[in-house]
């Protein structure tokens, strides 16, 4: 027997995926946890595979399987979403366990079609309805754009368990299986983060999704098994909540200050700026773009009511750091937010109109002019940017006073 075992998770279903302890970065988000790549086996007459691991990690999780049943025993194969973390091991899967059948949503037959040329054709499931498989019964449910177009979720009947694909996940690298065997605080930050940096630009489509699951079988579910992270088994649908917390971006009293300096100028500019929000009843946050990353960023913007960005000039252009940060935020699409632009420079200081026009762009309601100065602040110059704090906390108190 190898050392990669199959972990129980209900009567019929073992987790048989694959850790990656040391990625770090996932397509631009930091995953300073590393993550998992998850997948499931349902036991019963004709065994299922529910989703397959990165490429790289094919063997470890054939060598889960092993544990259970031989891997040649699988029957049907089970694709709730293409992305190459979750489908990168279906060809070699199907070269070692000669399935019957591998099943996807409409647009998941078409997708995984322009993935792979595979010698096993898929099939759609009919979404909306029950498929007994052997003697297993399975209901679908669309989740497109969750993240991606041909997303799909995935209900065991027999177990209530739900299979969520990448929604209600994380990237999170642990032996520990469960939510409820981690910390709540390590759990919400890496759940919060992954909402913000995957999923946030769909919020209305996720919206929409958490309330429809409790009006079909999936509303019975008494665990959620994602394709990233733990699973949540107590008080499961902890996780929905959020999500419908989050869907909405209710604007808050947090103000995030992003910004890069070169000379510490620009720095000074952003001290004092948070120091008249805190004056003014606001909750600040720095985040600093060459020591955090960018989906730092997008992470306190997911609570927030105020952005306000920083840069120096280089070139006659924003700081390079700055550039990154707000291409990425405004791929993320955030909503409900105020803000204003500051920055230093030395003799032409385009990036604080380069910063405003970005703002704009990201439909954020801009509260003043740009603060702009030439080379090192002076006590005046503080003073403004501090009374700029102070204004954008009032605001935020009349904004969320109105929300309330």
Not at 6 to 31: K, L, M, N, P
Not at 131 to 154: C, K, Q, V, Y
Not at 261 to 282: D, H, N, P, V
Request: hydrophobic content about 40%.
């Amino acid at each position: 027997m190898g050392p990669y075992q199959a972990i129980q998770v209900s009567e019929h279903v073992y987790w048989v995926g694959a850790i990656d302890w040391r990625v770090r970065d996932f397509h631009g988000y930091s995953t300073e946890r590393g993550s998992t790549y998850n997948a499931y086996l349902i036991t019963g007459s004709e065994p299922i595979l529910v989703d397959t691991v990165k490429r790289p990690f094919v063997g470890e999780m054939l060598a889960r399987i092993g544990s259970v049943i031989d891997p040649q025993k699988i029957r049907v194969l089970l694709s709730n979403h293409s992305e190459m973390d979750h489908s990168g091991s279906l060809p070699a899967v199907i070269e070692r366990s000669q399935p019957e059948r591998l099943l996807a949503s409409p647009m998941g037959v078409k997708t995984l079609a322009e993935h792979f040329e595979l010698p096993l054709s898929p099939e759609a499931v009919p979404v909306g309805e029950r498929l007994t498989i052997g003697d297993r019964t399975l209901f679908f449910a669309e989740a497109r754009m969750l993240h991606w177009p041909e997303s799909m979720f995935s209900y065991l009947v027999d177990d209530r368990l739900f299979f969520s694909q990448d929604a209600f996940g994380m990237h999170l690298s642990s032996f520990e299986r469960f939510c409820d065997e981690l910390s709540e605080q390590v759990i919400w930050h890496e759940a919060a983060k992954y909402y913000a940096n995957i999923l946030l630009p769909y919020s209305p489509m996720v919206a929409k999704a958490v309330a429809a699951l409790p009006k079909t079988e999936i509303g019975e579910a008494e665990l959620i098994a994602p394709d990233h992270g733990p699973i949540w088994r107590r008080d499961v649908w902890r996780i929905a909540e959020r999500y419908a917390e989050w869907a909405v971006q209710r604007p808050t009293r947090k103000a995030v200050i992003v910004y890069d300096t070169m000379w510490e100028s620009t720095a000074k500019m952003a001290y004092a700026i948070a120091e008249g929000l805190q004056q003014g009843g606001a909750r600040p946050r720095l985040v600093h773009l060459t020591t955090s990353n960018r989906s730092v960023l997008a992470t306190e913007i997911l609570d927030a009511g105020a952005l306000i960005v920083g840069s120096p000039t280089i070139n006659n252009q924003l700081f390079p750091t700055l550039a990154d940060g707000l291409s990425y935020l405004k791929g993320l699409r955030p909503k409900n937010l105020i803000g204003a632009a500051f920055g230093s420079y030395g003799w032409s200081g385009e990036s604080p109109r380069l910063i405003e026009s970005a703002l704009r762009e990201m439909k954020v309601d801009l509260v003043s002019e740009a603060q702009r100065v030439k080379y090192v602040p002076r006590a005046r110059d503080l003073e403004a940017c501090a009374a700029l704090g102070v204004r954008i906390a009032e605001k935020l108190g009349e904004i969320t006073e109105e929300e309330a």
